[in-house]
């Protein structure tokens, strides 16, 4: 009875909160040199004090001026990103955020050829490698290296599961288990990263964490 309960707050999880940060942002996440980056930038954004929903539309804003890839993100002018920042709400940190965006797509240029699947390759299957050569992006510390793998686990399998401190938090909120094992078991595999968002969003959100308990009375 009590799995039988998980299983059925897991998919409630999924069916009214779940989703990625990457989706809201418009992102089409995909093992793709372009989507890979814009996830790298949305990750940088929201790893300031700031909140979700505006590092998401901060995102949208950039994309929008044509920092899709290192190379676009690049050749904007600093005060091109201040102004998409903007458009974006993002104004306490816009002209810090501008630079460190120029200095993560020269990075990015540099150091992976403008090509961040080459983040993948090197990890060679080891998750702490991984989270080791994000951090080298200027602004990405160990949350916003979480936060992209929790993400990225939706095109890079090798990382299932990839359940950070913040979901895990939300996952007790709501009654499931902590064990990254046991709460991948009750989704598939392919539906994990946007579980791990909802349970991030219940974990944010007390009275999200209520109706989802609720509805899966």
């Given at each position: 009875m009590a799995a039988e309960r998980e299983k059925d707050i897991a998919q409630q999880v999924l069916s009214e909160v779940g989703g990625t940060m990457a989706r809201e942002a418009g992102i089409g996440l995909a093992d793709r040199p372009a989507p890979l980056w814009q996830l790298l930038v949305l990750v940088n954004l929201v790893s300031t004090r700031i909140s979700a929903d505006i590092a998401v539309a901060a995102a949208r804003e950039l994309n929008e001026a044509g920092g899709t890839t290192p190379q676009g993100m690049a050749e904007l002018t600093w005060q091109q990103r201040v102004d998409a920042l903007g458009r974006g709400h993002y104004v306490r940190y816009d002209e810090s955020t501008a630079t460190r965006l120029g200095e993560c797509a020269e990075f990015a240029r540099e150091r992976y050829g403008g090509d961040l699947r080459r983040l993948a390759?090197?990890?060679?299957?080891?998750?702490?490698a991984l989270t080791k050569?994000?951090?080298?992006?200027?602004?990405?510390?160990?949350?916003?290296?979480?936060?992209f793998c929790r993400e990225v686990q939706e095109?890079?399998?090798?990382?299932?599961?990839?359940?950070?401190?913040?979901?895990?938090?939300?996952?007790d909120r709501v009654g499931l288990p902590a064990s990254r094992d046991k709460l991948?078991?009750?989704?598939?595999?392919?539906?994990?990263?946007?579980?791990?968002?909802?349970?991030?969003?219940?974990?944010?959100?007390?009275?999200?964490?209520?109706?989802?308990?609720?509805?899966?009375?």
């Open positions: 390759e090197e990890a060679e299957g080891k998750r702490t050569a994000l951090q080298e992006f200027t602004g990405v510390g160990p949350t916003g290296a979480d936060i095109v890079w399998p090798w990382l299932r599961p990839y359940v950070d401190k913040l979901a895990r938090k939300g996952a991948a078991a009750l989704v598939d595999g392919d539906d994990l990263a946007a579980f791990c968002g909802g349970l991030v969003r219940v974990a944010r959100q007390r009275e999200l964490a209520e109706k989802v308990t609720a509805q899966a009375a």
